[in-house]
């Protein structure tokens, strides 16, 4: 069984910073797509960054140059490192696990940067 949790939310002030991260059980963590994502209330599911397991990274454009997504494949675990962070509606922070056309995600942690 596939298990996806995520830790690392909370609240921060407008130009601070916040370090998700994900674990990964019950899969081939290392031959995974990885990617975390966020939803504000009322709005659609989007994608933040993405790796692949050939750490390939690719960035929303809203969070381009200020947010880093790794992997540390030893420890099944994929971190997002969100700097210089922007008011934006108290989303929630999945992640997601991808691999053979399946996808596994986390129940999501919420993250609050007020204006």
């Known amino acids: 069984q596939v298990q996806v949790v995520e830790s690392g939310g909370g609240l921060v002030q407008p130009g601070g910073s916040l370090r998700l991260s994900c674990t990964v059980s019950?899969?081939?963590?290392?031959?995974?797509?990885m990617g975390w994502y966020r939803q504000a209330p009322g709005k659609q599911r989007e994608l933040v960054a993405t790796i692949t397991s050939a750490e390939i990274t690719n960035y929303s454009d809203s969070v381009e140059g200020r947010f880093t997504i790794s992997r540390g494949n030893a420890k099944n675990m994929v971190s997002l490192q969100m700097n210089s962070l922007k008011p934006y509606k108290p989303a929630v922070y999945s992640c997601?696990?991808?691999?053979?056309?399946?996808?596994?995600w986390g129940q999501g942690t919420q993250v609050t940067v007020p204006s």
């Open positions: 997601n696990s991808h691999i053979f056309s399946r996808d596994f």
């Open positions: 019950g899969t081939i963590f290392m031959s995974s797509s």
